[in-house]
């Protein structure tokens, strides 16, 4: 913004704004801004001089990225010991426990999910590979979501990534959002006995 251009001085003010989040907030467009005016007084003088509005009231754009914050960003499951005799072929399970991943959201959010196998990566089934330092053998892990198990998919957020679901029936309304899992032990072949120790990752898409 130009100054009044009198004899003895001439200079510039630039000015600049940005938004603020104070709340959860919807996806719309942007109309208004509040007026901001702005005034000018010299040499400790009692008048001000009223050089005009700086930002009209006027606006124009949108809002069109909303998202959640993850509030359980690591979650460490405690399995029941399990033996044998409770997984007596290749794909029984036993040893259901819950665990829940907790999301606050903005309103107006589609949320899916991408579960990871950080043992193999690559891994596409329904079965968490043992990590390395696993000791027993002919077992995985499965994690359950809306009583079916959930495949493994490639850590992305990008929309559509494979054996991406989504854990909000539509958008949401802002606020909490809970995903319940359940882990669960699998035969996956001859069984030895040992530890068995698992990783997963999860990766949220808001759409």
Sequence with gaps: MLAPTDPGYNYSVSVSAQFVKTANATIGTLTTIPVLTATNTLNNESVNTLWGNVFSGSASGTFASQACRVTTPAVQVTMPQARTKDLPSVGSTTGSTPLNVSLDCDAG???YATLSDVTMPS????????????????????IVYA????AFGVDSAMAGNANQF??????TVGGVVNVPLTARYVRTGVIRAGSANAKATFTMSYQ
């Design 109 to 111: 959010v589609s949320v």
């Design 123 to 142: 891994n596409t089934s329904t079965t968490l590979n043992l990590t390395t330092d696993s000791t027993a053998q002919g077992i995985g892990y499965e």
């Design 147 to 150: 009583e079916a198990p959930v």
């Design 166 to 171: 989504a854990v909000t029936a539509g958008q």
